[in-house]
């Protein structure tokens, strides 16, 4: 069973950029079918797209993001990381990292997310 | 303010039939397929209907999913107390190179 897994500091600092891997077991992220991914969730709020990546290390974003997003992959380790950088308080959110399954167009598979606060 | 539309809160009593939409436009909906994801309390989104229509293995057949034009629907008929969580449809937009985007969630109540 595909499980991912979220890990990073729960606390950033404004003006400071947020890091986030995911840890992907029981299947390979260098699987040709599949994104790996990045949504995000503000406190009582919706989700948002912020990014994903091939495990070639094609990446995409979301625009309003972008200038601020960097999405990496490690083959090696089976993981893909998140930079959020100049963070706000408007970042603090659950961060959920997911796959994409190309074919289907969908989000198939989430990790169980990770709350990060930005706050001195 | 979300890409996609839904009603923010949606009820129904056990074994009605409720339905939540989705409105978009040609970029989003209109040209891409509807993905319908369930959340309840305090627990990560599952994905619950894909390709407009397609239940993944385990989704009881209670839930079904439609689409027509830049619009979508998530029914769910019979409805039990465990439905009662947050629903969000998603689908990919080809505006500016392409993205990902989320309806704002539709709250579900079961009374």
């Known amino acids: 069973q595909l499980q991912l897994q979220e890990s990073g500091p729960g606390l950033v600092k404004p003006s400071e950029t947020l890091s986030l891997t995911c840890t992907v077991s029981?299947?390979?992220?260098?699987?040709?079918?599949?994104?790996w991914g990045w949504i995000r969730q503000p406190p009582g709020k919706g989700l948002e797209w912020i990014g994903s990546i091939y495990y070639s290390g094609s990446s995409y974003y979301n625009p309003s993001l972008k200038s601020r997003v960097t999405i990496s992959v490690d083959t090696s380790k089976n993981q893909f990381s998140l930079k959020l950088s100049s963070v706000t308080a408007a970042d603090t959110a659950v961060y959920y990292c997911?796959?994409?399954?190309?074919?289907?167009?969908?989000?198939?598979?989430w990790g169980q997310g990770t709350l990060v606060t930005v706050s001195s | 303010q979300s890409v996609l539309t839904q009603p923010p809160s949606a009820s129904g009593t056990p074994g009605q039939r409720v339905t939540i939409s989705c409105s978009g436009s040609s970029s989003n909906i209109g040209s891409n397929t509807v993905n319908w994801y369930q959340q309840l309390p305090g627990t990560a989104p599952k994905l619950l209907i894909y390709s407009n229509n397609q239940r993944p293995s385990g989704v009881p057949d209670r839930f079904s999913g439609s689409k027509s034009g830049t619009s979508a629907s998530l029914a769910i008929s019979g409805l039990q107390s465990e439905d009662e969580a947050d629903y969000y449809c998603a689908a990919w937009d080809d505006s500016l190179n392409g993205f990902w985007v989320f309806g704002g969630g539709t709250k579900l109540t079961v009374l």
């Open positions: 029981g299947g390979s992220i260098s699987s040709s079918s599949y994104y």
């Open positions: 997911a796959r994409t399954w190309i074919q289907l167009e969908t989000f198939d598979y």
